[in-house]
């Protein structure tokens, strides 16, 4: 049985119908697989299991009975450590957050996942608060790269990217304000979604930037990814900034094709930066090669503030979380990690006018996107700089001036995908991003979905996954 | 930087700090902290832009 896990959502769900493998049993297969990469990857805060087989039994039942629930019946999913959960503790990874914060009800996202029969195997680990860089002196568990422990499997949503390269569990939720969930399925191989801002309830999530946190699914596929979304999305009275807007079906839009889709390829910023890795924009020129190999119908974009756009995106998440933080920062700040006190600590010294005058120009950019992409359908560019970085030698201060091609969309709230895109010579993940107009999560994932029928990058698994099997 | 800047900033962020009651920071920290004010004015330069100036920012609250 376990030899043929299935190893996506789409996979489980057809394999639980078809009584191939039951909800339990998958269960029980997923968390021996993530317990046995636990000293070595270290994806979970904490497992949930007692719940979590319950739920699978649930789902037996239900799948065999009724009611049908849709994809996500009897599928084990993680949750980051940052969304509450009814069956275990909030941490956000930090000593810092009171523990009493965590003892509610479900977070909305949650408890919709749980709606539609998911199972949830546990807590995944984070970056503490959602921002910085591990410090190990907090005691507080990192995880690591699957694909080389010695690195990272990047940020804030660490444990999640990590459990879904092991093959820990098969779909999850992270956050993203600067790039949280895309970094990390850039670097883990695996695929994440930021869908619009308003899409997804974001109650229940300890809040790092108000107006930039998103909450949005990660997995294998783009098609996992839209099954997620499907469950999460849309209005929530507990959440002012969702939206009442009609959730289409995602899975309709995954045609499999790329025809006549308008790509744009914003050249400036996104692909001349210096700082780019030189395989790495070889990898995502080769996606858009075949892309446009594929029918889509590829053209450059310009978008002038695309540079600044960072500096606007930093001075809003860094003026927003220490305004959180503050309190707490007077009261207890040795308790945070350090290099979380140092980044959070920055917000300081941005003054009212420089967070007013980053919201203008947050208009601006929001306004050049928005023209620029008029007849496009979707933008195309790498999701990081390079390959997931080494811990050892790592300086953290270094994001503080290097290109960020993710957190401009969270400026913007406009959807955006990661899906793996290709391989450094090293044998490393490269995150491939395809950014959509606001509320088109259909194309973006229709794109994403595409190039997964065109590729197999999102097929292979590391060795650390591997070896990690059940016996 | 200048001596005479590093001086302004380091009065500028221990009135920051002061101010907002967060005091014990290790002092590694708080030079740094020191050291990314100095270069402040220039770094958010782009916020201060001409265009910026005319720009609604994006913080309009909806009355319902």
């Known amino acids: 049985m376990t030899d043929e896990l299935p190893s996506t959502i789409a996979e489980a769900a057809e394999a639980l119908r078809a009584r191939r493998i039951s909800s339990v049993e998958l269960t029980r297969a997923l968390l021996e697989r993530a317990r046995a990469t636990q000293d070595s990857i270290g994806a979970f805060q904490a497992f949930t299991e007692e719940t979590a087989l319950t739920a699978a039994q649930v789902a037996d039942a239900e799948l065999a009975k009724g009611p049908e629930r849709g994809p996500l019946q009897g599928v084990p999913l993680g949750i980051k450590d940052i969304l509450a959960t009814s069956d275990a503790p909030t941490t956000a990874s930090s000593k810092v957050l009171d523990p009493t914060w965590g003892q509610r009800a479900d977070a909305t996202s949650v408890r919709k996942l749980r709606e539609a029969g998911a199972v949830i195997l546990g807590k995944l680990v984070l970056h ?32 999640t990217g990590a459990a879904l390269a092991a093959g820990a569990i098969l779909g999850g939720l992270g956050t993203d304000t600067g790039g949280s969930i895309r970094g990390p399925a850039s670097f883990c191989g695996i695929s994440g979604l930021k869908a619009t801002f308003g899409r997804v309830s974001k109650e229940g999530c300890v809040p790092l930037s108000y107006s930039l946190d998103h909450i949005g699914p990660m997995a294998r596929t783009a098609r996992d990814c839209a099954l997620l979304l499907q469950v999460i999305a849309g209005f929530d009275p507990l959440d002012p900034t969702t939206v009442r807007r009609e959730v289409p079906n995602y899975a309709d839009a995954l045609n499999g094709s790329v025809r006549g889709v308008r790509i744009g390829v914003p050249r400036a910023y996104f692909f001349d930066t210096p700082e780019l890795n030189a395989e790495t924009r070889a990898a995502v020129e080769k996606a858009i090669d075949d892309l446009g190999r594929a029918g889509a119908v590829v053209r450059e974009v310009s978008l002038p503030h695309a540079a600044e756009a960072r500096i606007a995106q930093r001075v809003i998440m860094l003026g927003e979380a220490y305004a959180y933080h ?146 | 930087m200048n001596e005479s800047s590093t001086a302004s900033a380091q009065v500028a962020v221990q009135a920051i700090l002061a101010r907002d009651g967060v005091q014990d920071l290790p002092q590694d920290e708080v030079e740094r902290l020191i050291a990314i004010y100095a270069d402040l004015a220039t770094d958010l330069a782009p916020l201060r832009a001409p265009a910026v100036a005319t720009a609604e920012p994006a913080v309009i609250f909806p009355a319902e």
């Not at chain 1, 910085?132 to 444990?159: E, I, K």
């Open chain 1, 128 to 159: 503490e608060y959602a921002i910085g860089w591990p410090d190990p002196d907090t005691g507080m568990r990192f995880a690591r790269n699957p694909w080389d422990l010695a690195r990272s499997p990047g940020g804030s949503s660490s444990g």
């Open chain 1, 326 to 471: 503050q309190a707490n920062l007077q009261m207890q700040p040795i308790a945070y990690g350090k290099n979380t006190r140092r980044q959070i600590t920055q917000g300081a010294l941005f003054s009212a006018a420089d967070y007013v005058q980053a919201q203008r120009l947050r208009s601006i950019v929001k306004t050049e996107v928005l023209t620029a992409m008029a007849d496009l359908d979707v933008l195309v560019t790498p999701t990081s700089l390079a390959v997931a970085s080494a811990f050892e030698g790592y300086d953290p201060d270094s994001m503080r001036r290097l290109p960020s091609f993710t957190s401009i969309w969270n400026l913007t709230g406009q959807p955006a995908l990661s899906v793996c895109g290709g391989f450094s010579s090293q044998g490393l993940p490269v995150g491939l991003q395809i950014v959509g107009k606001p509320f088109d999560e259909a194309t973006v994932l229709r794109v994403g979905d595409a190039y997964q029928q065109l590729t197999d990058w999102h097929t292979r698994r590391p060795a650390a996954a591997r070896e990690a099997q059940p016996a």
